[in-house]
């Protein structure tokens, strides 16, 4: 009997989680607005772990001992945590994981000792930006630990450079992209250009998790090698299958499992692949009630739930939902090179829960 995905996945999130709250690096950040800030997101407010998590499968997977990837498990937890630090000042979201975002924690603090609002918002503003800056920092230390632990140097520094390079820059161009699109005429877009977008913005980091993992369990740096081909164009399709159900649980899911409001993609007018399918198949009143609230940061709630209802009434959702569905079929298609195994299993069950998932 195939054991419970989520207490796998609790493992994992725990040993990644204890690794990183050890007191060997808490002692490190200074001064306190900095060490609160590392951790806020780190410390009671833990996500899922799904991409350490995943690492970790992928390690296991290939015939590795999936304990020697904890580093780099807790490097990528971290890695993807300034991303989000850094997300929440461009999209100006003040909550993240049911409480203050960064910046917004610390413009508050700032209130509380006196600032004047506009010193307070760039006070939060430069926090979070430090805080990005120190973990993206931390995350390459974490890899470089990978050689004590007795991973080949040459390995280390490759997934060093992969991730400092490859998945830096292929992200920071899917974030860039999806600011862009926000202020783009629906017209000139199309689903391929939205699919790239979402690809680089989160499936390469899910494509990195799956690489590293095989690299880190065969001790290899070789990205030709079968297995670590199959595993990472695994991982990042589900990557992609990832995004498209974050996108559809924007406008559907519950605010609280969210953790930030439910519609905050369509008052930013985001280009998501919803709202493309919805607009280029809306009629002429339903294309007029759509525009008139997408990018609008004052819509209420009741506005946005009427532009809900017409997304439903489009097919939007299931159109979303099928193509998210596709994306995890074709990726458990390049896994079935990988010798069957309990953690084999891990990355099947894995794959169905990225769109399964309601948080």
């Given at each position: 009997m195939?054991?419970?995905?989520?207490?796998?996945l609790?493992?994992?999130?725990?040993q990644?989680?204890?690794?990183?709250?050890?007191?060997?690096?808490?002692?490190?950040?200074?001064p306190e607005?900095?060490h609160?800030?590392?951790?806020?997101?780190?410390s009671?407010?833990?996500?899922k772990?799904?991409?350490?998590?995943?690492?970790?499968?992928?390690?296991?997977?290939?015939?590795?001992?999936?304990?020697?990837?904890?580093?780099?498990?807790?490097?990528?937890?971290?890695?993807h945590?300034?991303?989000?630090?850094?997300?929440d000042i461009?999209?100006?979201?003040?909550?993240r994981?049911g409480g203050?975002?960064?910046?917004?924690?610390?413009?508050?603090?700032?209130?509380d000792?006196?600032?004047?609002?506009?010193?307070?918002?760039?006070?939060?503003?430069?926090?979070?930006?430090?805080t990005?800056?120190?973990?993206?920092?931390w995350a390459?230390?974490?890899?470089?630990?990978?050689?004590?632990?007795?991973?080949?140097?040459g390995?280390?520094?490759?997934?060093?450079?992969?991730?400092?390079?490859?998945?830096?820059l292929?992200?920071l161009?899917?974030?860039?992209?999806?600011?862009q699109?926000?202020?783009?005429?629906?017209?000139?877009?199309?689903?391929?250009?939205?699919?790239?977008?979402?690809?680089?913005k989160?499936?390469?980091l899910?494509?990195?998790?799956g690489?590293a993992?095989?690299?880190?369990?065969?001790?290899?740096?070789?990205?030709?090698?079968?297995l670590?081909?199959?595993?990472?164009?695994?991982?990042?399709?589900?990557?992609t299958a990832?995004?498209l159900?974050?996108d559809?649980?924007g406008?559907?899911?519950?605010a609280?499992?969210?953790?930030?409001?439910?519609?905050?993609?369509?008052?930013?007018g985001?280009?998501?692949?919803?709202?493309y399918?919805?607009?280029?198949?809306?009629?002429?009143?339903q294309?007029?009630?759509l525009?008139?609230v997408?990018?609008?940061?004052?819509?209420?709630?009741?506005?946005i739930?009427?532009?809900?209802?017409?997304?439903?009434?489009?097919?939007?959702?299931?159109?979303?939902?099928?193509?998210a569905?596709?994306y995890?079929?074709e990726?458990?298609?390049?896994?079935k090179?990988v010798?069957?195994?309990?953690?084999?299993?891990?990355?099947?069950?894995?794959?169905?829960?990225?769109?399964?998932?309601?948080?």
């Amino acid at each position: 009997m195939k054991k419970s995905l989520e207490i796998e996945l609790a493992k994992r999130s725990n040993q990644v989680y204890e690794y990183i709250r050890d007191d060997r690096y808490q002692k490190r950040f200074f001064p306190e607005d900095v060490h609160d800030s590392v951790y806020l997101y780190l410390s009671g407010r833990q996500g899922k772990a799904l991409r350490p998590a995943v690492m970790m499968f992928s390690c296991g997977a290939v015939g590795g001992d999936e304990t020697t990837a904890i580093p780099a498990a807790a490097a990528i937890e971290i890695y993807h945590t300034w991303t989000l630090v850094h997300d929440d000042i461009i999209d100006q979201d003040a909550q993240r994981r049911g409480g203050y975002a960064v910046h917004e924690e610390f413009r508050r603090r700032a209130v509380d000792r006196g600032y004047r609002d506009q010193e307070a918002v760039r006070y939060g503003t430069a926090i979070a930006i430090l805080t990005g800056d120190v973990q993206q920092g931390w995350a390459v230390s974490m890899v470089a630990e990978l050689a004590e632990l007795g991973v080949d140097p040459g390995v280390v520094l490759h997934l060093i450079k992969l991730m400092e390079m490859d998945v830096t820059l292929t992200l920071l161009a899917g974030q860039a992209l999806d600011v862009q699109y926000s202020k783009t005429p629906i017209e000139a877009l199309d689903e391929d250009l939205i699919i790239e977008m979402m690809r680089r913005k989160t499936g390469a980091l899910y494509e990195f998790a799956g690489k590293a993992g095989a690299m880190i369990g065969l001790n290899i740096k070789d990205e030709e090698n079968e297995l670590i081909h199959s595993i990472s164009c695994f991982t990042g399709r589900c990557g992609t299958a990832f995004q498209l159900q974050d996108d559809i649980l924007g406008v559907i899911g519950n605010a609280e499992k969210l953790g930030k409001p439910v519609g905050s993609d369509i008052r930013e007018g985001k280009r998501t692949l919803l709202m493309y399918h919805a607009l280029t198949n809306a009629d002429a009143a339903q294309k007029r009630y759509l525009y008139g609230v997408l990018g609008r940061e004052s819509a209420s709630d009741e506005e946005i739930r009427e532009a809900v209802d017409i997304i439903r009434e489009l097919g939007s959702i299931e159109h979303t939902e099928a193509l998210a569905d596709r994306y995890v079929t074709e990726a458990m298609e390049y896994i079935k090179n990988v010798p069957e195994s309990e953690y084999k299993d891990l990355l099947l069950m894995w794959a169905s829960y990225m769109i399964r998932r309601d948080f």
